[in-house]
Protein backbone atom coordinates (compact mmCIF):
# COMPACT_ATOMS: atom_id res chain seq x y z
CA UNK A 1 0.00 0.00 0.00
CA UNK A 2 1.17 3.28 -1.04
CA UNK A 3 2.38 5.78 1.75
CA UNK A 4 -0.41 8.69 1.60
CA UNK A 5 -0.30 11.99 2.88
CA UNK A 6 -2.27 12.48 6.14
CA UNK A 7 -1.90 15.94 7.14
CA UNK A 8 0.84 19.06 7.10
CA UNK A 9 0.99 22.19 8.98
CA UNK A 10 2.77 24.70 8.08
CA UNK A 11 3.92 27.54 10.92
CA UNK A 12 5.54 30.76 10.11
CA UNK A 13 6.79 33.83 11.77
CA UNK A 14 4.62 36.90 10.93
CA UNK A 15 7.60 39.07 11.71
CA UNK A 16 5.46 41.37 13.49
CA UNK A 17 6.82 40.11 17.01
CA UNK A 18 9.50 41.10 19.61
CA UNK A 19 12.97 39.06 20.62
CA UNK A 20 10.56 37.93 23.75
CA UNK A 21 7.68 37.05 21.82
CA UNK A 22 6.47 35.99 18.46
CA UNK A 23 3.71 36.05 16.09
CA UNK A 24 2.54 33.38 13.36
CA UNK A 25 0.68 32.45 11.14
CA UNK A 26 -0.76 28.67 10.75
CA UNK A 27 -2.19 26.65 8.04
CA UNK A 28 -3.30 23.02 8.13
CA UNK A 29 -3.27 21.35 4.57
CA UNK A 30 -5.91 19.55 3.52
CA UNK A 31 -5.86 15.38 3.82
CA UNK A 32 -4.32 14.00 0.35
CA UNK A 33 -4.00 17.29 -0.81
CA UNK A 34 -0.92 19.28 0.64
CA UNK A 35 -0.85 22.10 -1.52
CA UNK A 36 -4.61 22.69 -0.81
CA UNK A 37 -5.42 24.39 2.75
CA UNK A 38 -8.04 23.30 5.15
CA UNK A 39 -7.86 25.45 7.98
CA UNK A 40 -6.00 28.65 9.01
CA UNK A 41 -5.10 30.31 12.26
CA UNK A 42 -2.56 32.32 13.97
CA UNK A 43 -0.75 31.92 17.40
CA UNK A 44 -0.08 35.57 19.10
CA UNK A 45 2.36 36.64 21.71
CA UNK A 46 4.15 32.95 21.61
CA UNK A 47 7.32 33.24 24.47
CA UNK A 48 10.11 31.95 22.53
CA UNK A 49 12.46 32.13 25.33
CA UNK A 50 10.42 30.42 27.49
CA UNK A 51 9.08 28.08 25.17
CA UNK A 52 10.13 25.57 22.65
CA UNK A 53 9.56 24.63 19.07
CA UNK A 54 6.68 21.68 20.07
CA UNK A 55 5.16 24.16 22.44
CA UNK A 56 4.29 26.20 19.25
CA UNK A 57 2.83 23.09 17.48
CA UNK A 58 0.80 22.54 20.31
CA UNK A 59 -0.34 26.20 20.52
CA UNK A 60 -0.90 26.16 16.84
CA UNK A 61 -2.78 22.70 17.19
CA UNK A 62 -4.99 24.04 19.91
CA UNK A 63 -5.58 27.74 17.92
CA UNK A 64 -6.74 26.19 15.16
CA UNK A 65 -8.59 22.61 16.29
CA UNK A 66 -8.60 23.11 19.69
CA UNK A 67 -12.09 24.37 20.30
CA UNK A 68 -13.45 21.32 18.48
CA UNK A 69 -11.95 19.04 20.19
CA UNK A 70 -12.57 20.19 23.51
CA UNK A 71 -14.80 16.67 24.43
CA UNK A 72 -11.09 15.00 23.58
CA UNK A 73 -9.20 16.84 25.52
CA UNK A 74 -11.14 16.06 28.44
CA UNK A 75 -11.47 13.27 27.92
CA UNK A 76 -7.40 12.61 27.71
CA UNK A 77 -6.97 14.27 31.23
CA UNK A 78 -9.64 12.10 32.61
CA UNK A 79 -8.54 8.91 31.29
CA UNK A 80 -4.74 10.08 33.90
CA UNK A 81 -4.49 8.05 36.83
CA UNK A 82 -4.03 10.26 40.35
CA UNK A 83 -0.36 11.06 40.17
CA UNK A 84 0.62 10.48 36.42
CA UNK A 85 2.10 13.63 35.19
CA UNK A 86 2.22 14.81 31.52
CA UNK A 87 5.01 13.56 29.73
Given amino acids: ?24 MVR ?3 FNSP ?4 RRGTV ?16 ALLA ?3 P ?3 RFIDEMNAERIDGDEAP
Avoid: C
Wanted: net charge positive; no cysteine; aromatic share 10%.
Fill in 44 to 59: SGFDRVKRGPYDLLLA
Fill in 28 to 30: FAK
Fill in 64 to 66: VVG
Fill in 1 to 24: MPARHLGTIEIANDNTGTRQTGNY
Fill in 68 to 70: RNI
Fill in 35 to 38: GQTW
